[in-house]
């Protein structure tokens, strides 16, 4: 009887480590199955991955493509500007203070508008944050010369100096593209058309250093004046003083049409001779623009895009309202602060503008409080404006790795069918 039961008690031993065996067995054939499966299922998540960044960046690469064949067709050929300010985001420029190199900069032919202010002439470096550079106007220094302004109207044929590899040329204007054009084959401009690498005018869009007449800003606290005695002493309507009658903006013409309507006193060359004072000096010739005049005629003798001159900035102070007939159509509207300027443009024609001149003259309150408005504004003085410009020039000299470019065509830049009217 005892054999059986230890016969039995063996089997049962056996069959529970068996059992315990193949429960081992199939937990560690799980788990490397398991393992396996994750493995796999790494592999195939990366390479989805991969085919989906590959996919993505393939499809930005097109869109960025895209984008950018888009932004090429929205800026001119001849106009990089925007393009090289993106540039310079993306590089950091060496501070002032490492800078070691010097850099001459020849006005070869000094603005005509500038050599008659001498307080703005006076302008140099000294006050930029890149002062290593220095002005002269030495012709003789023209082949030593980093940089050489030139007077666009007046660029001779004939420089009369050898230019050397990687010298600058800068063409600077004051004056609207018709009346350069008009000179360019008669001077020398037409011959070296091809020959800048920036420009320097007051059109802010399209020129590389930005050299406006002068800049309406708003004074910090308010301009407190007697407007209602001011308007009072009001007695006559519109005043232009100009020499230039035959223009390509037909103002002579416009301001026939503009007397049959409103009362306009013309001096000068073109009306009546006024020889009060000395030219260019605003004296107390100027002052009946305070006490006698309404209106100062702000009337360009050019219609182009941002051409707003000294008639508007040199005259803004006094008190006197005025009145623009400059730039593209309604541009006087949205370069200047709202109450600053009548803008001529938002009058259907000169008969309008006549009767819209005779109402606000004639409501005394309504005079002076445009008056007071327009008060509160003011013009940056011409050498700010020039001082702005020398600034710019030395830094982009700092930095040509960003700013060097050649212009193809510095007629086509500013072409007249697409900036003047």
């Known amino acids: 009887m005892d054999k059986p039961v ?37 592999q195939m998540a990366k390479k989805d991955e991969e085919n989906q960044t590959k996919t993505v960046t393939k499809d930005d690469g097109k869109q960025h493509k895209s984008v950018k064949e888009d932004y090429r067709k929205k800026i001119k050929s001849d106009d990089k500007t925007n393009m090289l300010e993106e540039k310079k985001k993306n590089v950091q420029p060496a501070s002032p203070d490492r800078v070691s190199k010097s850099y001459l900069v020849l006005w070869y032919d000094m603005l005509s508008y500038l050599h008659k202010r001498n307080y703005a002439k006076t302008a140099n470096f000294s006050p930029c944050e890149y002062n290593n550079c220095k002005l002269t106007l030495k012709r003789k220094m023209a082949n030593v010369s980093d940089a050489v302004i ?18 600058v040329w800068i063409f600077a204007e004051h004056e609207a593209p018709p009346v350069y054009k008009s000179l360019a084959k008669k001077f020398g401009l037409y011959n070296h058309r091809d020959a800048f690498n920036w420009s320097m005018t007051y059109d802010k869009a399209l020129a590389d250093i930005h050299l406006p007449y002068g800049e309406i800003r708003r004074h910090k606290h308010y301009i407190s004046k007697d407007y209602d005695k ?21 103002r002579t013409q416009f301001l026939k049409e503009l007397k049959k309507y409103t009362d306009v006193t013309i001096l000068g060359k073109c009306g009546t001779p006024w020889d009060c004072g000395k030219w260019l000096f605003h004296d107390n010739c100027f002052d009946i623009l305070n006490h006698t005049y309404a209106f100062y005629l702000a009337f360009e003798n050019a219609l ?10 040199e005259n803004f102070l006094y008190d006197t309202l005025f009145v623009t007939r400059s730039g593209l159509p309604h541009e006087a509207s949205s370069i200047f602060p709202e109450g600053s300027v009548i803008d001529s443009d938002q009058f259907k024609n000169a008969q309008e503008l006549g009767g819209f001149l005779n109402k606000v003259q004639n409501d005394k309150r309504d005079y002076a409080k445009r008056l007071a408005t327009k008060s509160q504004y003011y013009s940056i003085n011409y050498r700010e404006s020039y001082q702005r410009a020398l600034c710019d020039i030395c830094y982009r000299l700092n930095h040509q790795d960003l700013y060097y470019k050649n212009i193809p065509d510095i007629l086509q830049v500013f072409n007249t069918q697409h900036s003047c009217r």
């Open 6 to 42: 230890s016969y039995t008690k063996c089997l049962l031993k056996a069959f529970i480590v068996t059992v315990v065996v193949g429960l081992l067995v199939l937990g560690i054939v799980a788990k490397h199955m398991t393992d396996v499966d994750k493995k796999s299922h790494s």
């Open 150 to 167: 030139f007077q666009g109207r007046y660029m001779p044929k004939n420089t009369g100096f050898k230019r050397p590899v990687g010298q």
């Open 230 to 250: 001011i308007a009072l002493n009001k007695t006559k309507g519109a005043l232009i003083i100009t020499s230039h009658c035959q223009v390509v903006s037909r």
């Open 304 to 313: 182009c895009h941002q051409y707003f001159t000294e008639k508007l900035y």
